[in-house]
C-alpha cells in the first residue's frame, strides 16, 4: 500500500518598481524652476530679508529656519506620485488669474494698505498660484500642505502677537496663583499677569512677573508647527489627524502654565536666581519634550483604542492546495 501526500503553496511575487530620482525632472525643468525661484525672490526680496532677520534676532521665531526644510521634505514624501504623472495640465484660467491677482496686489499693499503682516503671506500666495499655473491641479494636490506650512515662518506682527500673548500670561499667572496657594504659609494674589507673594508673613519683592518670555507664544508656534508636521507623515484616520492638530494648541498652553507654576515655586521656595536668565531658558526648553510625551500618550491612546474595520491589516494572499493520493489496495 503506498500513500503519498503534497501541499503546494503559491504566492503572488511583488515586483518592486524602480526607485524614482528628482533628477528624472531633467535640465530644462531644474533651469524653469530655478528662474522662477529668482524671479519670487526678486520680487520679495525686502520680505525675505525681513524675516531671516527676524528669525535672527527673535528667539521666539528662532524655529522659522526649519520650516522651509519641513516642506521640502513634505515634497520629497510624494517624490513618485509627482514623478509619475504623465501629463499634467497647467492651469491657465485659474491660475494665471491668482498669479496676476496676487502679484497686483503686492504693490498695492506696500502703496496703500500698508499691512504689513499681508507681504508674506502674499508671497506664499503667489507660489502657489506659480504651481498651479504652471504645474496644474495634479501637481497642486501634492504641493499644496508644503505651500501653506511656509505660514509657520512667518513672523507674527507685534501688536497682533501682543493681543495674542498677554490673555496667555494672564492665564498661566491665574492657574499658578491658585496652585502656589496650596503651600503651606504661602499666600498668592495676581494682578493682570503679575503674582504677588507672601511667605511666612514676607512680602517677597519684586512680584513673579510672567513676561512676554513666558507667555508660551514661543511654545505655542513652535509645538502646532511640529505637530502639523506629525499629522501629516505618521498616517492615521482623518479623524485622528484633526484630533492631533486641535490638542496642539492646548497642550501648548498647559505645558506653558506647568513652566510658570515650577518658575513660582523655585522663585519662592528656592532660590530667585535659578528663576531667570539661562535657568530659566533651559525650563522653558525642557517644556518641549513634555509636550511630545502629552501628544505622543494622545497618539498612542487613539491608535489603540480606536480601531477602523475598514482599515485593516493587507495581507497576501496565500493559495494553499492539498493533493492526497487514497490508499490503494492489489489483490
Not at 114 to 141: E, H, Q
Not at 203 to 224: N, T
Not at 232 to 251: D, E, F
Amino acid at each position: 500500500m503506498n500513500q503519498s501526500q503534497s501541499t503546494e503553496t503559491t504566492q503572488p511575487t511583488n515586483e518592486t518598481a524602480d526607485e524614482k530620482s528628482w533628477l528624472d525632472l531633467g535640465v530644462y525643468s531644474f533651469v524653469k524652476i530655478a528662474v522662477i525661484s529668482v524671479l519670487i525672490w526678486w520680487i520679495f526680496r525686502e520680505e525675505i530679508n525681513g524675516i531671516v532677520r527676524q528669525w535672527l534676532t527673535n528667539p521666539s521665531w528662532s524655529h522659522g529656519f526649519l520650516i522651509p526644510l519641513f516642506s521640502l521634505y513634505f515634497l520629497n514624501q510624494h517624490k513618485d506620485e509627482m514623478l509619475a504623472i504623465k501629463e499634467s495640465r497647467p492651469s491657465w484660467f485659474v491660475g494665471l488669474f491668482c498669479l496676476l491677482f496676487f502679484l497686483g496686489l503686492h504693490p498695492i499693499n506696500i502703496v496703500m494698505l500698508k499691512f504689513g503682516y499681508g507681504k508674506p503671506l502674499t508671497m506664499i500666495a503667489v507660489i502657489g498660484s506659480v504651481v498651479l499655473f504652471v504645474g496644474g491641479w495634479k501637481i497642486l494636490k501634492y504641493t499644496w500642505l508644503p505651500i501653506a506650512y511656509l505660514f509657520f515662518a512667518v513672523p507674527l506682527p507685534g501688536r497682533l502677537y501682543f493681543q495674542l500673548t498677554n490673555p496667555m500670561r494672564q492665564l498661566a499667572a491665574q492657574v499658578a496663583t491658585v496652585v502656589l496657594n496650596l503651600v503651606p504659609q504661602l499666600e498668592a494674589t495676581v494682578q493682570g499677569s503679575t503674582i504677588d507673594v507672601v511667605y511666612q508673613s514676607v512680602r517677597m519683592e519684586p512680584g513673579l512677573d510672567v513676561a512676554d518670555a513666558c507667555s508660551g507664544m514661543r511654545l505655542v508656534m513652535a509645538f502646532v508647527a511640529l505637530g502639523v508636521a506629525m499629522a501629516y507623515l505618521h498616517w492615521r484616520p482623518i479623524w485622528q489627524r484633526l484630533v492631533l492638530l486641535a490638542s496642539t494648541l492646548p497642550i501648548a498652553i498647559f505645558c506653558n502654565i506647568v513652566r510658570v507654576t515650577i518658575t513660582g515655586f523655585i522663585y519662592i521656595l528656592g532660590n530667585p536666581k535659578y528663576a531667570q536668565g539661562i535657568y530659566h531658558d533651559m525650563l522653558g526648553m525642557l517644556m518641549l519634550p513634555l509636550a511630545f510625551v502629552l501628544y505622543g500618550g494622545l497618539a498612542w491612546l487613539m491608535e489603540n483604542l480606536f480601531v477602523d474595520e475598514d482599515q485593516s491589516e493587507s495581507k497576501e494572499d496565500i493559495i494553499v492546495r492539498k493533493v492526497s493520493n487514497t490508499p490503494t489496495q492489489e489483490k
